[in-house]
C-alpha cells in the first residue's frame, strides 16, 4: 500500500474558499517535497506549487500567488492547499506528487515520482 490520496474538491462559487488535502500512505512524506498541479479542460497541466520536506521552500505560479497557500503536517503525513478567492479560471482537477528534489528546482524542475488520483475543483456561480 503505497499512494497518495487528493480529498476536499467541490463545487464552490467564485469568491469562495476550498481546502484540498493530499495524504499518503504506506509510506512517508519526511524526506519528500510535495508539488501540486492542476489540469483544466482542453489544457496542459500546470504546476501550482511545491513545498519542501522542511517547509523551507514554497513555491508558487503567479496564478495562484497571493490566494493559494500550501502546508504541510509530517506527524500526519499530510499536505493541504488552501485556496481562497476562487475564480471560474481555478476550475480543475487537482493532482498531488511527491517530488524527489525536494523542491529544489522548483515546480518546473521537479522529479516526480508519485501522483495522486486528482480531485476535482469547480468553481462556479
Known amino acids: 500500500q503505497v499512494q497518495l490520496v487528493e480529498s476536499g474538491g467541490a463545487l464552490v462559487q467564485p469568491g469562495g474558499s476550498l481546502s484540498l488535502s493530499c495524504v499518503a500512505s504506506?509510506?512517508?512524506?519526511?524526506?519528500?517535497?510535495l508539488a501540486w498541479f492542476r489540469q483544466a479542460p482542453g489544457k496542459e497541466r500546470e504546476g501550482i506549487s511545491c513545498?519542501?520536506?522542511?517547509?523551507?521552500?514554497?513555491d508558487y505560479a503567479d496564478s495562484v500567488k497571493g490566494r493559494f497557500t500550501v502546508s504541510r503536517d509530517n506527524g500526519k503525513n499530510t499536505v493541504t492547499l488552501q485556496m481562497n478567492s476562487l475564480k471560474p479560471e481555478d476550475t480543475a482537477i487537482y493532482y498531488c506528487?511527491?517530488?524527489?528534489?525536494?523542491?529544489?528546482?522548483?515546480?518546473?524542475?521537479?522529479?516526480?515520482?508519485?501522483w495522486g488520483q486528482g480531485t476535482q475543483v469547480t468553481v462556479s456561480s
Open positions: 506528487a511527491t517530488d524527489l528534489n525536494d523542491c529544489d528546482l522548483g515546480i518546473h524542475g521537479g522529479n516526480y515520482d508519485m
Open positions: 513545498i519542501s520536506s522542511d517547509y523551507r521552500i514554497l
Open positions: 504506506g509510506f512517508t512524506l519526511d524526506w519528500l517535497g
